[in-house]
């Protein structure tokens, strides 16, 4: 079963409007991790946004916000004002532990987002 | 310097070389990890390193050998690659149990003629 679904393959918005990126999870652990990278076509991940399953409030960074559902077990990115330079695959992941002890992030398939001028 | 850096950005190899990407992280940060992303698949971990010390393998092929000499070089040895195995291929870093965020590299585009 997939642990992070991101239901929108791809998502267009106007320069200037806001928008909003889907993502559900799945996890029976009580302490987890979500965080929100963007990926330009260059390939570099860029961490977004974090919101831990304890915090109170929703996180945000500037432009960005996540808009936490702990009960729906959603961790939706919002973006406002959106920029040409927003244009990217978007992706949500969860940190998760792993058997050897470690952690890993566990990644959504992703969305595409364009930005039209 | 940038946080993460990746060498070479591109790779372009046949079945039967031997190449070795490499990975430098300016973070101060004591784990490493080889991301494997394909086209139409989700990212997928490949290993884990934590202070040098291999914690994960996610059932890699023993094509890849991964090699971690100091808590700030990672590298991935590749040799009798198959055309599967083309891929873009990312490195991150991280703080030790601190569930702290991972930062990625640049990635290396790898192309297995």
Redesign the interface.
């Known amino acids: 079963a997939q642990k992070i679904t991101q239901t929108q393959p791809g998502m267009f918005v106007q320069e200037k409007e806001a928008v909003t990126l889907d993502c559900t999870y799945d996890t029976s652990d009580p302490s987890y991790g979500l965080f929100w990278y963007k990926q330009p076509s260059s390939g570099e991940m860029i961490f977004l946004i974090y919101q831990g399953s304890y915090d109170q409030q929703n996180a945000t960074e500037g432009r960005y916000s996540l808009n936490f559902q702990k009960a729906r077990k959603s961790a939706n990115l919002v973006i406002s004002a959106s920029q040409l330079g927003d244009s990217a695959m978007y992706f949500c992941a969860m940190r998760e532990d792993t058997q050897g002890g470690s952690e890993k992030l566990v990644f959504g398939k992703g969305t595409k987002l364009t930005v039209n001028p | 310097e940038t946080g993460v850096t990746q060498t070479p950005r591109h790779l372009v190899m046949g079945m039967t070389n031997k190449k070795s990407l490499k990975c430098e992280q300016h973070l101060g940060h004591n784990?490493m990890?080889w991301y494997k992303q394909s086209a139409k698949?989700?990212?997928e971990?490949m290993f884990?390193y934590?202070l040098e010390e291999r914690?994960?393998?996610?059932s890699v092929p023993s094509r890849f050998s991964p090699e971690c000499p100091n808590s700030s070089h990672l590298f991935l040895h590749l040799h009798t690659l198959q055309p599967e195995d083309s891929a873009?291929y990312?490195c991150?870093s991280?703080r030790?149990g601190g569930?702290e965020?991972?930062?990625?590299?640049?990635?290396t585009?790898l192309l297995v003629l």
């Open positions: 784990a990890y698949k989700p990212l971990l884990v934590s914690v994960e393998n996610n873009l990312l991150a991280s030790r569930r965020t991972q930062y990625f590299g640049p990635g585009r």
